[in-house]
């Protein structure tokens, strides 16, 4: 292939390279609302058209989508419905169950406009923090995409509250995209992706590339927006880790027209966006799930410096003895994190034994039975 070649078939491809086979793409509250809370569906029904685009090219599809909350607060808002003194957690669940019927809904219209169709997927943590259930989700969605339906998941805020939620839909597309081997994860909020500063300020520059391994903390704004939970540090962190499974992450901006074709080279146009380059190796399916179990973690022990050390080399299992504390209460087989000296979390595994057991075993050393076995135990920062 020629050098002319080579530059069109990149461009065919846009971003990517090669275009990619699967890709989820979540769509943040800040996309899909108006300013009063309201539901944009001018804005719904032009990303839906996009995805039909990608549809029709051979893409297969995940849509992960926020707005239930804000869609339901929109419809009490117009109908001039007050909730007296009802709680914050209350509202969610009452909001989410209004606004959660009416995405779906206009979603199925939309697609069904292309004539596809697409269903619906709640998620919970409950439902991902055993293995069982994760791979119940997982047949369930990829049965899907072999009959061509496009899964649209959420959160299920009508009973997902407090510790059982997670930090937004950012982490959950995180998971999806990990759970059905992706092999691109698009976020869309409303700028155009990872900034050195406030984007509202003159000197704030996109960063345009995250290298496969680099930590770009000190150089990246956390802007938070009115109406999703999570900041770009949410975004930044689980993007982070999903391109160390070996899959490429983008942030671009759900506002800009006709954004998800263009950054697939299906349609001409600027593409702005943060690029992840995914990491070369791959970890296995039970060390990609155990990669996310930070978001249901039972438990967590902390660990001395020696086996830090140790663990961030690769390949060793966490032994008692580098135990320095535990907290939670866990049992054999559920999954826990590790913390080094500084409170960093640096792993996630699934326990050999109950946090009871791991109580009694801090320290010693005649225990040469791991707490958590390399086999089960997911480094961050390293490819597995």
């Known amino acids: 292939m020629n050098g002319t070649e080579s530059a069109a078939a990149a461009g065919a491809a846009g971003i990517f390279g090669v275009r990619p086979a699967r890709v989820v793409v979540k769509v943040g509250s800040n996309v899909l609302s108006r300013p009063d809370g309201s539901l944009d569906v001018t804005r719904m029904s032009a990303i839906v058209d996009q995805l039909a685009t990608l549809h029709a090219a051979g893409v297969e599809l995940v849509l992960i989508s926020s707005g239930a909350v804000a869609s339901g607060r929109g419809e009490f808002r117009r109908r001039g419905i007050s909730l007296g003194s009802l709680d914050e957690v209350s509202s969610r669940q009452l909001f989410s169950a209004v606004g959660q019927a009416r995405l779906i809904n206009r979603?199925?219209?939309?697609?069904?406009?292309?004539?596809?169709?697409?269903?619906?997927?709640?998620?919970?943590?409950?439902?991902?923090?055993?293995?069982?259930?994760?791979?119940?989700?997982?047949?369930?969605?990829?049965?899907?995409?072999?009959?061509?339906?496009?899964?649209?998941?959420?959160?299920?805020?009508?009973?997902?509250?407090?510790?059982?939620?997670?930090?937004?839909?950012?982490?959950?597309?995180?998971?999806?995209?990990?759970?059905?081997?992706?092999?691109?994860?698009?976020?869309?909020?409303?700028?155009?992706?990872?900034?050195?500063?406030?984007?509202?300020?003159?000197?704030?520059?996109?960063?345009?590339r995250v290298s496969s391994g680099e930590n770009a903390d000190a150089r990246i704004s956390d802007k938070r927006s009115s109406l999703g939970r999570g900041g770009m540090s949410t975004k930044y962190r689980i993007a982070r880790r999903v391109a160390g499974e070996g899959i490429a992450v983008v942030i671009a901006n759900g506002k800009r027209d006709?954004?998800?074709?263009?950054?697939?080279?299906?349609?001409?146009?600027?593409?702005?966006?943060?690029?992840?380059?995914?990491?070369?190796?791959?970890?296995?399916?039970?060390?990609?799930?155990?990669?996310?179990?930070?978001?249901?973690?039972?438990?967590?022990?902390?660990?001395?410096?020696?086996?830090?050390?140790?663990?961030?080399?690769?390949?060793?299992?966490?032994?008692?003895?580098?135990?320095?504390?535990?907290?939670?209460?866990?049992?054999?087989?559920?999954?826990?994190?590790?913390?080094?000296?500084?409170?960093?979390?640096?792993?996630?595994?699934?326990?050999?034994?109950?946090?009871?057991?791991?109580?009694?075993?801090?320290?010693?050393?005649?225990?040469?039975?791991?707490?958590?076995?390399?086999?089960?135990?997911?480094?961050y920062g390293r490819a597995e």
């Open 107 to 208: 979603y199925y219209e939309f697609f069904r406009d292309h004539s596809i169709i697409c269903g619906q997927v709640l998620a919970t943590k409950e439902n991902l923090a055993t293995r069982r259930h994760y791979l119940n989700q997982k047949h369930c969605m990829g049965v899907m995409l072999g009959a061509g339906i496009i899964p649209v998941v959420n959160e299920n805020d009508t009973v997902s509250v407090t510790e059982l939620m997670f930090t937004d839909n950012d982490e959950l597309s995180g998971l999806i995209a990990s759970m059905m081997d992706a092999d691109a994860l698009i976020i869309l909020s409303n700028i155009d992706g990872l900034y050195t500063c406030d984007p509202a300020l003159p000197e704030a520059r996109l960063i345009e």
């Open 258 to 379: 006709n954004i998800l074709t263009s950054l697939l080279g299906l349609t001409p146009g600027p593409a702005p966006a943060t690029v992840f380059e995914p990491a070369e190796r791959e970890p296995s399916s039970l060390k990609r799930w155990i990669a996310h179990g930070e978001s249901f973690a039972k438990g967590s022990v902390a660990v001395n410096e020696g086996a830090a050390e140790a663990l961030l080399r690769g390949g060793a299992s966490l032994l008692p003895v580098g135990v320095t504390d535990v907290e939670g209460q866990f049992e054999a087989g559920d999954i826990i994190t590790v913390a080094a000296p500084s409170g960093e979390i640096i792993a996630c595994g699934r326990a050999a034994i109950s946090s009871a057991a791991a109580a009694r075993a801090i320290g010693r050393k005649r225990n040469g039975s791991p707490l958590i076995h390399a086999d089960y135990l997911y480094v």
